[in-house]
Each structure stands twice: as C-alpha cells, then as structure tokens.
C-alpha cells in the first residue's frame, strides 16, 4: 500500500477501523456485528466492515468495491450530521460546510419555494442567500445562518406545508408565527351584498327583511368590534387599490361572510372555502386553507348549523394578492332553519365570537393551539394583553 494512501479494506487492523465502524453506525447502516462492542476485535476491517462499507457505496452511487478510499470517507464525513445537529453558515474565507444535513435543508428550501439550485450538500452562496430569504418571509432576521430559531420556524412551516405545497409558501409568510398576538394585525373582513329578502322570518329587532347584506353587515360589526377589542386593525380589503400597488399594511388574513340562498328550500347548512384546485382539493393557500378549516370547525362545534365541509375554489375573492383569503357561508336564508338561527341577534354574536377564535387559533403555536370548541374570549386575552381592556360586549 502506497505510504500516503489513506484508504481502508478488508483485512487492515487499526483504531481507525474502529472509528470506521462508529461513522457506519452513524450513517444509518446497521448490520450485524458492526458495533465495536459487538466484536472481538473491533480494530480488525473484516467481513462486517466489508458488508457495511459496500451498502454504504451502494446507498451513494459510489464505486461499489468494499475499500473505504477518499471518496467513501468524504461521503461518509458528510453523513454524520442530521438537520439540526449543529449550525449551518457560509464563510468566504473557509471551505464550505458539506454534510447530509445542508442537503436536507436544501431540499426543505426549495419544496418551500426558496432555493432553485442542485441538492449538493454544500452550503454556498446560493444556499446562504436562499436561508436569508425564507428568514427575512418568517419574520426573522435574514443573517443567511441557519441557527436553532431558523430551523425551529422551518419545523414549524414543514409541519404546516407539505412538498406539493411548497409553491404556496409565499403565502404562509403572512402568518407570521413569531407572534401569537391579533394586535398590531391588519385583516379585511368583506360582506355579501345581496339583499334578496328571507321568505321564512323577518328581522326581530327592526322589522327590515331578512337578508344576506343585513346578516353580514351584523356579523361583521360584531367580528370587527372584538378584533379592534384586541388591537387588531380591521379594514375592508380596496382590490383596485392592491392591484396598483397602493401603500399600506399587507393585511394578514381576508375574510368574506356571505349567506347562501337557493331554490330547494332542504338546502341548509354552513361552509366555508379557500384559494385552491375544485377537482383535487389541492390548495394554492395554504393559510386560507387552514382557517377555513378552523373557522368551520368552530362554527359546528358552537352552533346546531349543520356543517357542510371545508371546499376549494377558484373565486377572485379568495385568489387575493399576496393575501390569504377565506370565504365563509353562515347558512342558507332559504331555508326554514338556517333564517331562524340567522335572524337571531344572540345567535350572530356567537358567530362572530366563532370566528374570532378561529382567527386566534390560526396565528397560536402548535404548543398552545386549544382544543375545538374551547378557547373562550377571555382565553383569546391572554395571547393579546392590554392595560385597560374593557370586557367585550355581549350584543
């Protein structure tokens, strides 16, 4: 053997051998009578350590011939790190940081839509600039180091988004989890406009018919009085205004409340929808999907409205720009039931404290998401503390 060569095969004895093993093991492969503890003699490169090193080069794309040369011990090397074992950075002045854990950050970088370059495991310019992006979109500062918090937020968004989602990332950069708190907030709440009357009741209180314009306009009022309660900022979402790039606060979430109507008079029942492809489900918001999903979940679980699913749709409405959008039917004003309940001030408060609390959920941490149905306003107060605060207002 040449006297620099470095490279390790069968039948070689040293504590190196030993090390070998141990980085095998740490590389996922597992076999019999690999563990130094395992064996006799754990310094000796026998038919174990052969086996190993082979599915070892098998599971690269190496030279599959036994022999732990140069480029077996790199990919080795770089196999020893998982994500999140130890902080990732770029230095111009250093070699660059190479290792399965870069690789696997850049697979999470581009399924979020962050990075367009080869999965190489190495951590260069263009994967630095890719981190500090995704920092600057999650609301933490864009050093381009992948430290704890980074990959914390990452964990957090993976959980949320999956692969085929990943396109929709620059959407769930308004949830912005670094906050639990509505206050400082900006969210649009639209109404439908609809004034076709009810043909079941009138309205209780000022004898006007029923409408989808009366209901929503209520519902509203109430939703907008106790996120303004909470120091959220509630503005009616200007499309014109968007298009052209005005200047303002991206809001954080858009909301539309609508009643339904229809010729069957059976129809009843309440839904909600999202920004996404009809046929599959797949959603284009992540975010909308996801309070969507809240909002008809609390919505059932604190109303006898029956609930009639979460559904993608195409709408302008929910295809907003840059903003997560999701649309919420309160019920049908042609059916018997559904005007009843919807004609019932007391009824219309318990609404809009329904999807306030769905609104909380959303921006709350997976460690201090409540249970369906159980967060309280008085819960919602303690993410969003004010000197002060007046108790919100039943009616």
């Given at each position: 053997?040449?006297?620099?060569?470095?490279?390790?095969?069968?039948?070689?004895?040293?504590?190196?051998?030993?090390?070998?093993?141990?980085?095998?093991?740490r590389?996922?492969?597992?076999?019999?009578?690999?563990?130094?503890?395992?064996?006799?003699?754990?310094?000796?490169?026998?038919?174990?350590?052969?086996?190993?090193?082979?599915?070892?080069?098998?599971?690269?794309?190496?030279?599959?011939?036994?022999?732990?040369?140069?480029?077996?011990?790199?990919?080795?090397?770089?196999?020893?790190?998982?994500?999140?074992d130890?902080?990732?950075?770029?230095?111009?002045?250093?070699?660059?940081?190479?290792?399965?854990?870069?690789?696997?950050?850049?697979?999470?970088?581009?399924?979020?839509?962050?990075?367009?370059?080869?999965?190489?495991?190495?951590?260069?310019?263009?994967?630095?600039?890719?981190?500090?992006?995704?920092?600057?979109?999650?609301?933490?500062?864009?050093?381009?180091?992948?430290?704890?918090?980074?990959?914390t937020a990452?964990?957090?968004?993976n959980?949320?988004?999956?692969?085929?989602?990943?396109?929709?990332?620059?959407?769930?950069?308004?949830?912005?989890?670094?906050?639990?708190?509505?206050?400082?907030r900006?969210?649009?709440?639209?109404?439908?406009?609809?004034?076709?009357?009810?043909?079941?009741?009138?309205?209780?209180?000022?004898?006007?018919?029923?409408?989808?314009?009366?209901?929503?306009?209520?519902?509203?009022?109430?939703?907008?009085?106790?996120?303004r309660?909470?120091?959220?900022?509630?503005?009616?979402?200007?499309?014109a205004?968007a298009?052209?790039g005005a200047?303002?606060?991206?809001?954080?979430?858009?909301?539309?409340?609508?009643?339904?109507?229809?010729?069957?008079?059976?129809?009843?029942?309440i839904?909600?929808?999202?920004?996404?492809?009809?046929?599959?489900?797949?959603?284009?918001s992540?975010?909308?999907?996801?309070?969507?999903?809240?909002?008809?979940?609390?919505l059932?679980?604190r109303?006898?409205?029956?609930?009639?699913?979460?559904?993608?749709?195409?709408?302008?409405?929910?295809?907003?720009?840059?903003?997560?959008?999701?649309?919420?039917?309160?019920g049908?004003?042609?059916?018997?039931?559904?005007?009843?309940?919807?004609?019932?001030p007391?009824?219309?408060?318990?609404?809009?404290?329904?999807?306030?609390?769905?609104?909380?959920?959303?921006?709350?941490?997976?460690?201090?998401?409540?249970?369906?149905?159980?967060?309280?306003?008085?819960?919602?107060?303690?993410?969003?503390?004010?000197?002060?605060?007046?108790?919100?207002?039943?009616?």
């Amino acid at each position: 053997m040449h006297p620099t060569d470095e490279s390790l095969r069968r039948l070689d004895s040293s504590r190196r051998v030993v090390a070998l093993r141990e980085a095998l093991l740490r590389a996922g492969i597992s076999m019999s009578y690999l563990a130094p503890d395992s064996v006799n003699n754990p310094a000796v490169f026998d038919d174990h350590v052969d086996a190993a090193v082979r599915a070892f080069q098998q599971s690269r794309g190496l030279i599959v011939d036994g022999v732990a040369g140069p480029d077996t011990q790199r990919a080795l090397a770089e196999a020893q790190f998982r994500f999140g074992d130890r902080v990732l950075a770029f230095s111009e002045d250093q070699p660059a940081v190479r290792g399965d854990d870069v690789a696997e950050l850049q697979r999470h970088l581009s399924h979020l839509g962050f990075y367009y370059g080869h999965i190489d495991g190495e951590f260069g310019v263009r994967t630095r600039y890719a981190v500090a992006e995704l920092q600057e979109n999650l609301g933490i500062p864009g050093t381009g180091v992948c430290d704890g918090d980074t990959m914390t937020a990452m964990s957090r968004v993976n959980r949320a988004i999956s692969p085929s989602q990943a396109y929709a990332l620059r959407d769930y950069e308004r949830l912005d989890r670094s906050t639990a708190a509505l206050r400082g907030r900006t969210i649009t709440l639209n109404t439908g406009k609809s004034t076709t009357p009810s043909a079941h009741v009138a309205e209780r209180l000022t004898g006007e018919p029923l409408s989808e314009l009366l209901v929503a306009t209520d519902v509203r009022v109430r939703v907008e009085r106790i996120l303004r309660e909470f120091g959220a900022e509630v503005v009616e979402f200007d499309a014109a205004a968007a298009a052209e790039g005005a200047p303002g606060r991206t809001p954080s979430l858009n909301v539309n409340i609508h009643c339904d109507w229809l010729d069957q008079p059976a129809a009843s029942g309440i839904a909600a929808y999202y920004w996404g492809l009809p046929v599959t489900g797949e959603p284009r918001s992540p975010i909308g999907q996801r309070a969507a999903i809240l909002m008809i979940k609390e919505l059932a679980a604190r109303t006898d409205m029956a609930s009639l699913g979460v559904h993608a749709r195409t709408w302008d409405t929910l295809k907003l720009p840059g903003i997560p959008s999701v649309g919420i039917d309160l019920g049908y004003l042609s059916n018997f039931h559904d005007a009843h309940r919807l004609a019932d001030p007391v009824f219309r408060q318990t609404v809009a404290d329904s999807i306030v609390i769905a609104i909380q959920r959303l921006y709350l941490l997976e460690e201090e998401d409540q249970p369906t149905g159980t967060l309280a306003l008085d819960d919602v107060s303690r993410f969003n503390p004010m000197e002060d605060r007046r108790r919100v207002s039943g009616l």
